[in-house]
């Protein structure tokens, strides 16, 4: 079992291994932005020009493919940052796993503090609280044990809290857009028809989080426990972590599109 740490703060409950993932991801995306368009010429391009405008068409394909030609430029830059973001995002879990143990010594006098238990230990109940926290003891009291495992690394897109975030500032945003262009004609295509109240908030809300949650987060338990069969899960580990790569890149790219699908359906003209 691997514990994080966590703290709540405005009776919020923060991940620190969550938040160094997204931290890291945005910068690893601003860096790959800024060192592929260096030195940009209008001739014949060098390979990381290459790259970049072949990412670049590859989005402005999606985007011209749901919205309408006069409208897409202005949406390319977000395909782009979702895109870039969540793919890299999906992939860091992939590379390597960064585990700490702790454990009391009593020989060497060291011993856990109150503190680590308390941020190892956060939970939504009390009850949950003092089962993890007993849980917690038994591991790092244990003599022949190794302690307890703390998880410092995983893809941010492993995160519930993360792909949601995601998906409602697009949701929020397309209906902004919805609303800007016609206040009138925004309330009546989201409220006027039942069907759309529940696709608008409740389907739409649900599925496009939780198919990047659930794909990314199943790979990683999958590798989880593949490094933990030792040498005999490494030739199912190898082929699986290929997979997770192709899997990683496919919902980069459907979660774009649904970006661009519901963006579409505010701004076209047609609706």
């Not at 009593?106 to 190892?120: A, F, G, I, R």
């Not at 990047?212 to 490094?227: H, P, R, S």
């Not at 979660?255 to 609706?271: C, E, G, K, P, R």
């Amino acid at each position: 079992m691997h514990y994080s740490l966590r703290f709540e703060w405005l009776g919020m409950v923060f991940d620190i291994s969550t938040i160094i993932a997204i931290v890291v991801t945005a910068l690893i995306v601003l860096f790959f932005c800024i060192g592929m368009t260096r030195n940009l010429t209008s001739g014949v391009p060098g390979g990381r020009q290459n790259v970049m405008e072949w990412i670049v068409d590859f989005v402005t394909g999606i985007t011209k493919s749901y919205i309408e030609p006069k409208k897409a430029a202005g949406f390319v830059s977000l395909a782009l940052t979702l895109f870039l973001y969540i793919f890299i995002g999906n992939q860091l879990g992939l590379l390597f796993n960064v585990n700490t143990a702790i454990h009391n010594n009593p020989e060497k006098n060291q011993y856990v503090s109150d503190t680590v238990k308390d941020m190892l230990t956060v939970a939504t109940t009390e009850e949950a609280k003092k089962e993890k926290l007993a849980k917690l003891e038994e591991e790092i009291n244990d003599p022949h044990g190794h302690g307890a495992s703390i998880g410092w690394w995983k893809s941010p897109t492993a995160t519930p809290s993360v792909t949601f975030a995601l998906a409602l500032v697009v949701l929020l945003y397309a209906h902004y857009l919805g609303m800007k262009k016609s206040f009138g004609g925004w309330l009546k295509h989201t409220f006027l028809n039942p069907i759309h109240i529940l696709e608008e908030f409740i389907i739409k809300p649900l599925t496009l989080p939780l198919r990047l949650f659930g794909n990314i987060f199943a790979g990683e338990v999958l590798i989880a426990f593949l490094l933990g069969v030792g040498i005999f899960g490494s030739i199912p580990l190898f082929l699986w972590l290929g997979y997770s790569v192709f899997v990683g890149s496919v919902q980069a790219f459907i979660f774009t599109t649904l970006a661009m699908v519901y963006i579409s359906q505010q701004v076209n003209d047609q609706h």
